[in-house]
């Protein structure tokens, strides 16, 4: 019995309606270099063309031609296929035949790729489980799930809704024809081509099955292709469920989870899912989105050739941007936004009055067209053209370098002295961040392999700290043996930065000084030490925010507003702090050492944030759970700090159990987190502002920052950690005053000195 799909397929009619959609997409042509208007001068010939030769049988597609796009992450790119028009039609064709017979069996928690569906509505989804106390979230993503679909898998789940061999044919020839890249032949073993018309259609059939057994254990599960989240009432629920995702995903489909993408989380410490962070009540852009954004702005104004040029490019995203993330609540990143694209697009009217004869008029014609995120009345918008236009005129490109003076070859030498003790100090640190590399040792050097080849070598004289970022990661007894002997620290952190466990050697002297830890919440030494440790916290806040002051306040004219008052408002609490800081009675006066400490941090980190407004959206400081940017950025540096700041404690005989300013908590080595204050602005703020201000490419997965940028972060900070600076008439690396201070308080709490807190000059 002949079919009757088919025969709707090579139907005039309907390959009629199928060019239509392809000539509004405008897409390219594939390798036979015909276009869409090449491909219409004989239109109604070469669609009899196309239908004869279905109806023949005699239909063979082209194979693709390959071409790469960028990803988020600039190391990857993305492969698209581009067909030929004549085999974009016919796809086209056999979608819009047999979409209909799938689609109705779609499950709802699907929403890519389908009519009447869309991303919006995903979220709309997430938000109902949410408000139905469905606080537990598990994400993920499919590693390179459309190159790994297995052919036979899907053939056999098509040809159990379609029986027609001359539609199967083709749906055959369009999985396996070759691609051609750089003019040679590439196999197609399996997956699906992105670019093929019929791709995410069959994406969807592939995935059918995955989504039947989820429903089927009952788990409130929303897809939007590849990328899901399970939403549960517990945590075990939603562990559970991204467990037996995964086994099944495996097992049925022979498709991997991309463990970089796998994350459970509370709606309170806040979750990520297709480009939206839900925290608590909120719902907002996220920061790798946020990012994303931005970079796209840069991106178009450095490839536009001229403003009517980048206009047009920039209005097609932010309508696109404004679209979407409208339903959130996003007005003050869209506001951050239009003051990052504010400050970008004058520099870039700058070049171009420099580089062209654009003269304002025609200046001020082009930007009345400009979109914007927020709404704007018709007042609004002159003042920011206005402001624009006059901020072009400010800067001046090309400014003559001055002349060098006496004293030039010493300050050479001085800054190349510098470089090199920056080079040298950089091999004192190993840090091992793959999947599964094994560390172990020779003669004189530690070594470290991936897959048995051997990728990097540290002679032990250079060695100071081994720190495990990474999971899988194996140790060779002798090598544990020889650092422990040598008080070489080896510190495991999780993907926050924070250590979880450090290898020490069993002769340090653990906890020596416990008794006279205890005596000095009473005898005065204990406040001595709680006022020193916020002391040297607030000062180094304050001469970080003048070492900022001195080079950027040109740049950022509301940090340059908002910094006397701001300096001065943190040195009337260092005044209230030596009051409070009278008397013997830890426990009477912590808490309100404390609370000025607290007031100096909300001043600091409100004139960080008018800092980097240029740079990145920073809504303020946030420390447990946070999952934008640059807190993320700040978390993980200080969790690596930590580990040197514990190291130093327990080596001083101190119990990083008993603390002064912070209060005792089970379990939790309180003295770490009082002596890390003083080291906070000048290591870990100094290092990861300078990559900001930098333009570093920092990014984020999901709610954790990326492998890459955690490499880059444990890099930065442990190259300030060993930079030297003048401390007591001595020029130390922060390594070896750290080490100092803690020796201090040991020498402190036994009466041989006094403690001062280390202050970094600015």
């Not at 009540?281 to 536009?304: C, V």
């Not at 004139?607 to 740079?615: E, G, P, Q, R, T």
Request: hydrophobic fraction near 40%; include cysteine.
């Amino acid at each position: 019995m002949k079919g009757k799909l088919f025969p709707k397929i090579h139907d005039l009619k309907t390959l009629w309606q199928a060019w239509n959609r392809v000539k509004k997409k405008g897409a390219a042509g594939g390798i036979d270099g015909v276009s869409i208007a090449a491909f219409e001068q004989n239109l109604e010939r070469n669609l009899k063309g196309i239908s004869q030769s279905l109806e023949r049988g005699t239909y063979v597609p082209e194979p693709t031609r390959r071409v790469y796009v960028p990803k988020t992450n600039p190391e990857e790119r993305r492969a698209l296929a581009l067909p030929a028009i004549k085999d974009k039609i016919v796809q086209e064709a056999t979608r819009s035949t047999i979409e209909p017979l799938f689609n109705p069996t779609f499950l709802d928690f699907s929403y890519a790729y389908r009519p009447g569906k869309g991303p919006q509505k995903a979220i709309g989804r997430v938000e109902h489980h949410l408000q139905q106390k469905r606080i537990w979230s598990a994400t993920s993503d499919i590693d390179n799930f459309f190159d790994s679909i297995n052919h036979s898998l899907l053939l056999k789940y098509i040809s159990q809704k379609i029986w027609e061999e001359e539609i199967l044919r083709l749906i055959e020839l369009w999985l396996k024809m070759g691609v051609v890249h750089e003019g040679k032949w590439i196999d197609v073993e399996q997956g699906v081509l992105q670019g093929n018309v019929i791709s995410p259609l069959l994406s969807n059939i592939y995935l059918h099955s995955f989504d039947l057994e989820m429903n089927k254990r009952r788990y409130a599960l929303v897809r939007y292709a590849d990328d899901f989240i399970f939403l549960e009432k517990t945590k075990d629920e939603v562990t559970t469920a991204l467990r037996e995702a995964k086994s099944f995903l495996e097992k049925e489909l022979l498709l991997q989870l991309n463990p970089e993408s796998s994350a459970v989380r509370t709606l309170h410490d806040g979750f990520v899912f297709l480009g939206f962070l839900f925290k608590g009540s909120r719902k907002t852009i996220s920061a790798a989105k946020l990012e994303k954004i931005q970079a796209r702005i840069r991106e178009i104004l450095r490839g536009s050739s001229n403003l009517s040029e980048a206009i047009e490019s920039l209005n097609d995203s932010i309508a696109g941007w404004r679209n979407y993330y409208e339903v959130g609540d996003t007005r003050d990143q869209f506001q951050f936004l239009e003051d990052f694209l504010f400050h970008h697009l004058r520099l870039f009217l700058v070049k171009m009055r420099s580089s062209s004869d654009l003269k304002e008029k025609k200046m001020r014609e082009e930007l009345q067209r400009l979109e914007f995120l927020l709404a704007k009345d018709h007042k609004e918008k002159q003042k920011f053209i206005s402001l624009l236009i006059a901020g072009s005129r400010a800067d001046k490109i090309g400014e003559a370098r001055p002349k060098r003076g006496v004293g030039a070859v010493a300050k050479d030498i001085a800054a190349q002295k510098r470089r090199y003790e920056k080079i040298l100090a950089e091999d004192t640190d190993l840090v091992v961040s793959t999947l599964g590399s094994f560390v172990g040792k020779t003669s004189r050097r530690v070594v470290v392999r991936e897959k048995g080849k051997k990728v990097k070598e540290i002679p032990f004289f250079r060695l100071k700290n081994i720190l495990i970022t990474s999971a899988g990661a194996s140790f060779s007894s002798d090598l544990v043996k020889y650092c422990a002997g040598e008080g070489i620290p080896i510190t495991f952190f999780d993907s926050y930065g924070r250590p979880y466990a450090q290898v020490l050697s069993p002769k340090s002297p653990l906890y020596r000084l416990s008794l006279s830890q205890v005596m000095a919440s009473t005898d005065g030494k204990g406040v001595h030490l709680a006022k020193c440790f916020a002391e040297g916290k607030i000062k180094n806040q304050i001469n970080l925010l003048k070492y900022y002051r001195k080079y950027k306040a040109r740049k950022e004219a509301q940090f340059a507003q908002k910094f006397q008052e701001t300096i001065e408002g943190m040195g009337s609490l260092l005044e209230k702090l030596n009051k409070i800081a009278r008397g013997n009675d830890l426990e009477s006066i912590r808490s309100r050492i404390f609370a000025v400490e607290g007031q100096s941090a909300a001043y600091y980190w409100g004139l960080i944030k008018l800092l980097l407004s240029n740079d990145v959206y920073f809504e303020g400081r946030e420390r447990r759970g946070a999952t934008d940017l640059v807190n993320s950025l700040l978390n993980y540096g200080y969790g690596i700090l930590y580990s040197q700041v514990y190291q130093a404690i327990i080596i001083a005989g101190l119990n990083p159990n008993i603390s002064f300013l912070h209060k005792e908590q089970v379990s939790k080595p309180t003295l770490v987190f009082d002596l890390i204050e003083e080291f906070r602005q000048p290591i870990v703020d100094k290092a990861v502002i300078g990559m900001i201000r930098k333009r570093q490419k920092l990014t984020m997965t999901g709610a954790n920052l990326s492998e890459e940028t955690k490499t880059k972060v444990i890099e930065a900070v442990m190259k300030r950690m060993n930079s030297k600076v003048n401390f007591r008439g001595k020029k130390l690396s922060l390594r070896e005053v750290i080490k100092h201070q803690a020796d201090l308080i040991a020498g402190f709490l036994e009466d041989k000195g006094n403690y001062r807190p280390f202050i970094d000059k600015w």
